[in-house]
Each structure stands twice: as structure tokens, then as C-alpha cells.
């Protein structure tokens, strides 16, 4: 089953803007994790943020975390064309190191 | 470093045939082990994990098998493709730390 779910579920800007994409999740976690996915190919790992963390950074990636809320989100300042991609956030629960995904976002950066 | 190598790319296959995909894993010891299917445009369905050699558990009952002969590599498995088999299908690593994944390139299945 799926645990976080991405909104938007589709994203378009213009380059040089900030893209905002947001993760909602239902049970307490470990730890949540945002992944890239390129058309056709494999996830990348883009940055962790542990349970007791609220903002994180990493270049021109800043993730925050509202446990209360059960949310996150993923700004990418300064978007360039290579960021076309698809954004998952996952969750690692508690006591299990199985990561569950959500649906993802579709950002398209136009030049 | 660690590096991770998953073949085929494509693979086009008849319904009822067999199916073996191979995924293995360099430059680390003692890994847990993914296999992971994505529908188009979703997202991923976690279908076998492995803590170990031998260790296999399986997330979701259907047409598929996992096997872990050895430390580093993992199989996915099916004696009889069905249609809804297809799919691109992902295997990944991690330490078992609580850290974060590392994908192999991905597997693209047709069961025509």
C-alpha cells in the first residue's frame, strides 16, 4: 500500500523558479527520503531527513518535516532544465527498514 | 564504491514463459536487498526484501518468486508470465542502517 502521497501530481515552470512539491504520510516514521526518477531509468537518492529534523538542506534542495502534521516538502531553488525528472518522497517506518513510496510528482521545467 | 548492475534493460516475453531477472551488488558486504515493480506513470509496489542469504520476504502474493543464493545477488522468478506481469521493475540496496536506497537502471517487462 502506498504511504505518501506527492501533490501535485504534476508540476510545470519556468526555469530559474523555485518548485515546491509536497508528501503527505500516515503512520509515525523512521525517517522520510525524497528520490528523483528520469524518465525510464532508476531512483536516485536526493536527501534524508530523520524524524527529530525539521529542515534540511542540500545545494539547492531544502526539505522540511512537520511530524505533527505528518508532511513534508521538497523546494528546489532555481530550477534548470535538468531537473525535469519525477520526485518521490518514502518513508521508513519505525522498526522496519522497508521504504514505502509514494505516487510521485512530475515536474517539467521549461527553458 | 558501491555499484549496483541490473539486466536486462528491456525484455519482451511471451505469456507462460519463464522469467529470471539478475540484480548484484559491488563493493559492499552483508546488503538488503529490493526488488521493486512501477506501473507506468505510478509509483513503486514493493515486491520481495532480503536481509541475508536465503532470507526472503515477500510483500504482495502473485506470479513472482525472489531468491538470494548469494550475498550480493538477488532473482526475481516466475515459471509462467501472465500479461499483468509487465511492468519496470527495480532493485535496489541499502545498508540497513535506516539510510537510503541505491537503484539499480531498471528492468522493462512486456508480456505480449
Known amino acids: 500500500s502506498q504511504q505518501g502521497e506527492e501533490d501535485p501530481q504534476a508540476l510545470s515552470i519556468q526555469e530559474g523558479e523555485n518548485a515546491t512539491m509536497n508528501c503527505s504520510y500516515k503512520t509515525s516514521i523512521n525517517n522520510l527520503q525524497w528520490y528523483r526518477q528520469n524518465s525510464g531509468r532508476g531512483l536516485v537518492h536526493l536527501i534524508l531527513?530523520?524524524?527529530?529534523?525539521r529542515e534540511k538542506h542540500s545545494g539547492r534542495l531544502r526539505v522540511t518535516l512537520d511530524t505533527s502534521k505528518k508532511s513534508s516538502s521538497l523546494l528546489i531553488t532555481a530550477s534548470r532544465a535538468a531537473d525535469t525528472a519525477s520526485y518521490f518522497c518514502a518513508t521508513d517506518n519505525f522498526g522496519n527498514e522497508k521504504l514505502t513510496f509514494g505516487t510521485g510528482t512530475r515536474l517539467t521545467i521549461i527553458p | 564504491s558501491q555499484t549496483i548492475h541490473q539486466w536486462p534493460a528491456t525484455l519482451v516475453q511471451p505469456v507462460g514463459s519463464p522469467l529470471s531477472l539478475e540484480c548484484t551488488v559491488e563493493?559492499?558486504?552483508?546488503?538488503?536487498l529490493y526488488w521493486y515493480r512501477q506501473a507506468a506513470g505510478r509509483g513503486l509496489q514493493l515486491l520481495f526484501y532480503?536481509?541475508?542469504?536465503?532470507?526472503i520476504s515477500s510483500e504482495v502474493p502473485q506470479n513472482l518468486s525472489a531468491s538470494r543464493p548469494q550475498d550480493r545477488q538477488f532473482i526475481l522468478s516466475s515459471k509462467k508470465l501472465l500479461l499483468s506481469d509487465s511492468g519496470f521493475y527495480l532493485c535496489?540496496?541499502?545498508?540497513?542502517?535506516?539510510?537510503?536506497?541505491?537503484f539499480g537502471s531498471g528492468t522493462r517487462l512486456t508480456v505480449v
Open positions: 532480503s536481509v541475508g542469504i536465503g532470507q
Open positions: 563493493g559492499t558486504s552483508n546488503p538488503n
Open positions: 531527513i530523520r524524524s527529530n529534523e
Open positions: 535496489a540496496w541499502s545498508s540497513g542502517q535506516f539510510g537510503g536506497y541505491t
